[in-house]
């Protein structure tokens, strides 16, 4: 009964450990990437140095 347990607990955490370290990424970078071009293509006065006088 325990090997059970066991198995479906081990299962559940290769799941989310496929989720946290391969598809979390790719998500991540993904919206990265799109970020960038969308702030390119709509918003140019955006990437200027507000600091600078």
Not at 10 to 39: K, M, N
């Amino acid at each position: 009964m325990n090997t059970v347990i066991h198995a479906a607990a081990g299962e559940q955490l290769e799941t989310l450990d496929i989720l946290l370290w391969v598809a979390l990424p790719y998500a991540s970078i993904t919206c990265f990437l799109v970020g960038h071009y969308w702030r390119y293509r709509y918003d140019k006065l955006g990437w200027t140095r507000s600091s600078r006088r």
